[in-house]
């Protein structure tokens, strides 16, 4: 089946210390996307791929890096310069054909990686 | 304060009822989409209604969209306890800077009692 893969589902991080999630998809979707969620609150976007090799800032990207270089894969590294790191993050892909083709950004969401800082 | 925001943040109803949630926004659109969350669960995409649409119909649910007061609703009916789960309007935004972006309000809790 088509989807895609966070992991771990769960992490723990210590203070200064920086963390990566995984995120990987086999739904050929050319665009990759990571969000925040915050208890009670809707999602923020931290980073955005169109491309392979390609990246943009999204609203809160201050803390958080990333990098593209295979279609498939759109890690997020959680950096010890972001202030308040705990939190649900969620990455998502579509087809990303075109800005505004018919389905082109229609999101396929993985099942989340809650990031917990001690 | 958000593009999208989804009115009211929570709500209970009975099993075969009918849920309807509310949604604004403030910047011209391309395109309205609904989600679903199940607690603790990624996002799964509901129904897309584009900006010259009024009304669309996906099985149980009716979403209709006015863009001159720039808002949509989402109609679940006949509700079951399987619909509880957080909804959130997303919006594919046209115009200003947040062109081309797809962003999400803060959503509304269903809780739909047996």
Redesign the interface.
């Given at each position: 089946d088509g989807g895609i893969t966070q992991s771990p589902k769960y992490l723990f991080r210590k203070e200064g210390q920086n963390v990566t999630l995984s995120c990987e998809q086999n739904l050929n979707h050319d665009a990759m996307y990571w969000y925040r969620q915050d208890p009670g609150q809707g999602l923020r976007l931290i980073y955005y791929s169109q491309i392979v090799n390609d990246f943009q800032k999204g609203d809160i990207a201050e803390g958080y890096s990333v990098s593209r270089e295979k279609k498939e894969s759109f890690p997020l590294t959680v950096t010890s310069a972001q202030k308040n790191p705990t939190a649900f993050y969620l990455c998502a892909s579509s087809r990303g054909q075109g800005l505004f083709s018919s389905g082109a950004n229609v999101l396929t969401f993985g099942a989340g990686s809650r990031l917990t800082v001690l | 304060s958000?593009q999208?925001e989804e009115d009211p943040q929570a709500l209970s109803i009975q099993e075969g009822e009918n849920a309807t949630m509310n949604c604004s926004y403030k910047t011209s659109i391309?395109?309205l989409?609904w989600?679903r969350q199940n607690s603790?669960?990624?996002?799964?995409?509901l129904i897309?209604i584009r900006s010259n649409e009024r009304e669309k119909h996906s099985g149980r649910l009716r979403v209709t969209l006015d863009t001159s007061k720039k808002s949509s609703s989402l109609l679940i009916t006949a509700s079951r306890a399987a619909d509880t789960a957080s909804y959130?309007c997303?919006t594919?935004n046209?115009g200003g800077t947040s062109y081309?972006?797809?962003?999400?309000?803060?959503?509304t809790i269903l809780t739909v009692h047996p």
């Open positions: - | 958000q999208g391309n395109n989409q989600y603790g669960r990624g996002l799964v995409h897309l959130f997303a594919l046209a081309g972006k797809l962003t999400f309000g803060q959503g």
